[in-house]
């Protein structure tokens, strides 16, 4: 007769459901062996002793669940060790076991994944935390408590929500602290925060050790300090961190959920560890509340009442999932019988080649049945103490969340949730389930937190690093406008309006900052604004660190101005011509034109007018100083100049101020490049630009502005009328080159004339004799009266003369052309 089957539906008295198969056929064993490797002196491990004890009562009490089949858990004590693990690993496996709870260590699951796989027995970890423990080079670790990854993206939203950006990374340097640690630091990316400090301690570290590390977190620049380390050494950690005076205002500490589970087995603590903690947000693995959880929570006590050692304890979150995961087993084993599997091994001969020894090789063998287990257990759906159990196609439990614990006095305070699905909340994340997915930073929410030194203003989250080092700041070594910024010669300061708003900013922030300025130039040519900032990206002043913290870096921008109020971040370009009939109106006619255009070297007008505006590069010309933007356009683009000049409104009001024959024209055209440069995220920037506000409330700016800026500016209507009126003076210039041309010509004229008489007055004295003073008077009168009618000089024959009159005209030629040209060399 063929067997048939029967669909079966069975309730289990812990409330959860299975749904399966049951073949007639399928013959169970009296008892199914499953091990246990934890470490029995661990805040998890004896919560977690406890409560799976209960469980596999709570199964074997109950026929209905494994159909009269029974659960054998043999638990080894790992003893906070891995070599340890892996030896009580390899001892269970010789006892024909099927599935392993645990290891509660992230290091032993790495070791123990790789037995587990080569003997197909499933392990599942109730604590091993490990994010990397999910890949798929572990296919036979299922992880049946929250994964890290998600306790490290509720952490970096915290952050987000807080608008910090730096935070220190304080861990354990195993396998469960530094994969920890990496996952925040991806976490972390997504949020354009990072980690700027790493602190990673032996997992054996003494005080000694420890206080160690915690001075060169004191020294750095973040306040912002992230605890991932096991329960016991984090209470060491927020011990020495207190004796250093690092737990009072302005600091921050979030502590992953070794601080919560500490507080709910040791609650209350004693009275020193609670005024270490004082103000510490944590993590706690959310389970939501339910009839079972609560009449599990009351047995608790009866069943640590009994135990010899430190007494009783109370039951954190790893508890609860260590009872679920064995139900959850259950369930699976159920269901692999129902689905015809047998308990059977295999010899591997490579492992019979291994006889003799104590660790008794040979004796292990393969799970026949183990892949079916395996599958059984993701398959599983059941309501535990934890919540909801189900896996994900990546072996992850489903709705993964946590509770935000605020610590305040002997207890601790929730002021939130964060689950995968809604992120920061203060409605329980079961809730929001109900409701369609929509999440945003807009919609993140927290209570009010009691920060260390009992203070409920958000700390700031980062202080200049008490190192010794200065800020190093990159100045521009300007040529002209040296209102705004000039370095004083012969020494390595600057002065100048931007300066003194620098330092008046400074001066009104809640905290010092040693600073140095730096020149960046060469003191010939304005240096390229362009390039100034490219440097920030490129990392060339680079944020001045010490090798135990990293500094702000500011670089100047290479100039700023605020004349009112809104000049905090302006930049305005301005088109100057020299005429109000000029045909150029503004940006656009300007662009439609072909004409030359002026700039301030270094300025980012060029890239601006070329990149954004659509202007051939072959029409912008370099201008370096004042005196070249006038020249320039007295010159005009008929005579090598330009049409107008595009510069920023601050230098143009300068400029005019003492060349009143110009003006602007046209509309302002963008409001880029005014302010100092930070790099991205910078936190100073937000503390810099509240300062320079203060400074426009209170008028100081206004004053800065005057002492350098202000000076007897000329009326520019009055200006253009006495450029359109021609007068006099207005060719003074060209009179007086003109006089003197002609003065010269004169003298040079009279001396050759001179110089031909007397030659040809002595010769005739030879041969006539001596004359009267009157006679050689009438004599050289007629003597320039016959020259000025000779056709090609003087006298028209004499060689030498001819010679004398070329060299002369020659001088005379180069003369006036050096003169009208200027000082070319």
Known sequence: MSPFWVLVFVFFNNGSFLDGLSTQNSKRPDVVKIGSIINFDSVIGKVAKVAMEAAIDDVNSNPAVLGGTKLKLTMLDANNSGFMGIIQALQVMETDTVAIVGPQSSVTAHLISHIANKLQVPLLSFAATDPTLSSLQYPFFVRTTQDDWYQMAAIAEIVEYYKWREVIAIYTDDDYGRNGISALANQLATKRCRISYKAPMNPQASQSDIMDVMVKVAL???????????????????????????????????????????????????????????????????????????????????????????????????????????????????????????????????????????????????????????????????????????????????????????????????????????????????????????????????????????????????????????????????????????????????????????????????????????????????????????????????????PLGRMVLIIWLFVILIIKSNYTASLTSILTVQQLSSPIKGIESLIASNVPIGYQQGSFARNYLSDELGIHESRLVPLNSQEEYAKALEDGPKKGGVAAVVDERAYMELFLSSHCEFSIVGQEFTNNGWGFAFPRDSPLAIDMSTAILKLSETGELQRIHDKWLMRSACSLQGANLEVDRIQLKSFSGLFILCGLACLFAFLVYFALLVCQFTKDYSESSDSSGRSSQSARIRRFLSFVGQSEQAPNGITGENESTNSSKKICTAVSSNRSVSFGVGTNK
């Open 220 to 546: 750095a620049e973040s306040r912002i300090l992230i605890v991932h380390t096991y329960p016991i050494g984090g209470i060491d950690v927020v011990d020495v961190a207190h004796h250093l005076g690092m737990m009072g205002s302005g600091y921050v500490w979030i502590a992953t959920n070794w601080l919560s589970t500490v507080l709910d087995t040791y609650s209350p603590l004693p009275s020193r560890a609670v005024e270490n903690i004082q103000g510490l947000i944590t993590l706690r693995m959310y389970t939501p509340d339910s009839e079972m959880k609560r009449n599990f929570l009351s047995r608790w006590k009866n069943l640590t009442n009994n135990l010899t050692g430190s007494g009783p304890f109370g039951l954190n979150t790893y508890g609860l999932y260590a009872y679920d995961t064995v139900w959850i087993l259950a369930n699976a084993v159920n269901a692999f019988f129902n689905h015809g599997g047998n308990i059977s091994f295999s010899n591997d001969s490579r492992l019979s080649e291994l006889d003799g020894g104590n660790l008794h090789l040979d004796a292990m063998s393969i799970f026949d049945g183990g892949q079916l287990l395996l599958d059984s257990i993701l398959k599983v759906k059941l309501t535990g103490l934890s919540g909801h159990i189900s896996f994900t196609s990546d072996k992850s439990l489903i709705r993964p969340a946590y509770e935000v614990i605020n610590v305040i006095g002997t207890g601790n305070r929730r002021i939130g949730y964060w689950s995968n699905y809604s992120g920061l909340s203060v409605v329980p994340p079961e809730k929001l389930y109900e409701k369609p997915h929509y999440r945003s930073s807009s919609n993140q929410q927290l209570h009010s937190v009691i920060w260390p030194g009992q203070t409920i203003e958000t700390p700031r989250g980062w202080v200049f690093p008490n190192n010794g080092k200065q800020l190093r700041i990159g100045v521009p070594n300007r040529v002209s406008y040296r209102e705004f910024i000039a370095e004083v010669p012969g020494t390595d300061k600057f002065k100048g309006y931007c300066i003194e708003v620098f330092t008046a900013a400074l001066n009104l922030l809640p905290y010092a900052v040693p600073y140095k300025l730096m020149p960046f130039g060469d003191g010939v040519n304005n240096p390229s604004a362009t390039e100034l900032v490219r440097l920030i990206t490129t990392g060339v002043r680079e944020n001045t660190v010490s």
